[in-house]
C-alpha cells in the first residue's frame, strides 16, 4: 500500500521536491541570500513534509486498505467510514451498487425456488402416470415387448429421479436424518428396482455385509447406492455385480464391484465432474454423466469418502467409506 500511495502522490512529492530545489537553486545564484541558512530552512521543511506525509498516509488509506482487505460479499460492515469527499463518493457508489445486487439476488432466489417448487411439483405429477404405466406393462403377455417396455420404463423413472434429487441437493442439509440404517433392506431395495434390466442383460449380484447397518441418512445413502448400482447395471453384461460392506479402522465400509468395460485411466480424474461421460464410448447417448456427480455431492454432506478403481476391460470398484460416529457431530446438530 506504501507503493501504490507513494504512485498515487508522485505529482505532489515531485513539486515539493522541486520547490525545494528551486529555493536552493535561487539563493545559490543571488549572493545577498545565505545559503547555509535556506539549506537549513529546507532540510527543516523536509522533515516537515515527511512527518505530513506519514500522518496523511494513516489517514487517507484506512478506508482503501478496509477496500483492499474487503471480500467478495455484499458484507459492507468491514469497510471503513469514508471521511474525504471522494471516498464518500466511493462508498455511496458501492452502497448503491451492493444495495442493487441484493436486490437482485433476493430476486434470483426466489425465481430459483419456484422453478425448484415448479419441477419438483411436475416430477411428482408425471410419477403417477408411470406407476398406471408400470401396472399395465406388468399385465402384458408378451414378455418380449414387457421386457423391453419395462427397461424403457425403467429409464424414465431413474432419470426423474436423478433429476427430482438434482433439485434437492442443494438444499440437502435440511432434508437429513441421521440414524442407523440397516444396509441389507436397503441394497436389496435397490438391486429389485433394477431386477428386469439385470434379467435383460444376465446380470446377478453376489451380496455379503458382514457390517449389517451404518451410521447415515436412509434416503440420501439409498440415492447414492442407486447411482453406483445403475452404472455397474448400464456398463456390464453377462456378469455378476458384488456388494459387500465390512468395518476397518472403526469406518463401515461398501464397496460395489463389477467385471464391466471399466473406466479409460485417462477419465478416472474427471468422472465426477457434472455432465462429463466417456471419452472411449462418447458416442453412448443414455449416459447423462451426472449419476456420479450427484451421488459424490450427496456423499460429501454424509461425510462419505468415495473412491473409484478401474481397469479398462476389466471392471471398476467402487468404495464408500462412512465417517466415525464422533464425525457425525457437525451433520446432527444441522
Known amino acids: 500500500m506504501i507503493k501504490k500511495y507513494i504512485i498515487e502522490r508522485k505529482s505532489w512529492i515531485l513539486l515539493f521536491l522541486f520547490m525545494q530545489l528551486f529555493i536552493v537553486f535561487v539563493s545559490y545564484l543571488d549572493t545577498t541570500i545565505s545559503l547555509r541558512s535556506i539549506l537549513y530552512v529546507v532540510f527543516l521543511l523536509m522533515m516537515i513534509f515527511i512527518i505530513f506525509v506519514i500522518i496523511r498516509y494513516n489517514k487517507e488509506t484506512k478506508f482503501y486498505k478496509s477496500l483492499e482487505g474487503w471480500e467478495n460479499s455484499l458484507d459492507l460492515t468491514s469497510i471503513a467510514n469514508a471521511e474525504s469527499p471522494f471516498e464518500k463518493m466511493i462508498e455511496q457508489r458501492i452502497i448503491n451498487q451492493t444495495k442493487l445486487l441484493k436486490q437482485e439476488a433476493s430476486q434470483n432466489r426466489i425465481a430459483l425456488e419456484q422453478e425448484k417448487d415448479e419441477l419438483l411439483s411436475w416430477i411428482h405429477e408425471v410419477k403417477t402416470p408411470l406407476t398406471a404405466m408400470h401396472l399395465i406393462i406388468e399385465r402384458l403377455d408378451d414378455e418380449v415387448i414387457k421386457a423391453q417396455l419395462t427397461y424403457e420404463w425403467l429409464r424414465i423413472h431413474l432419470l426423474l429421479d436423478q433429476q427430482l434429487h438434482q433439485k434437492r441437493i442443494p438444499f ?147 468404495t464408500l467409506t462412512f465417517p466415525k460416529k464422533n464425525e457425525f457431530v457437525r451433520i446432527t446438530s444441522m
Not at 436397503?186 to 433394477?194: R, S, T
Not at 452404472?231 to 464397496?255: F, L, P
Request: aromatic letters at 8%; proline letters at 2%; charged letters at 25%.
Open 172 to 318: 440437502m442439509e435440511n432434508d437429513l436424518y441421521i440414524e442407523n440404517v440397516a444396509l441389507e433392506p436397503l441394497i436389496f431395495k435397490e438391486i429389485k428396482a433394477l431386477q428386469s434390466w439385470c434379467m435383460q442383460k444376465g446380470i446377478g449380484f453376489e451380496v455379503e455385509l458382514e457390517a449389517a447397518e451404518v451410521l447415515s441418512d436412509a434416503k440420501w445413502l439409498a440415492f447414492i447406492m442407486r447411482q453406483l448400482l445403475t452404472n455397474a447395471v448400464k456398463y456390464s453384461d453377462s456378469s455378476d455385480i458384488i456388494i459387500q460392506s465390512y468395518r476397518q479402522n472403526d469406518q463401515t465400509m461398501i464397496k460395489v464391484k463389477d467385471f464391466g468395460r471399466g473406466i479409460d485411466p485417462k477419465d478416472l480424474p474427471r468422472i465426477f465432474d457434472k455432465g462429463f461421460t466417456s471419452t472411449t464410448a462418447h458416442q453412448d447417448n443414455a449416459s447423462t454423466g451426472m449419476g456420479l456427480y450427484l451421488a459424490k455431492k450427496a456423499a460429501e454432506t454424509l461425510l462419505i469418502n468415495i473412491q473409484v478403481e478401474s481397469k479398462l476391460g476389466e471392471g471398476t470398484t467402487v
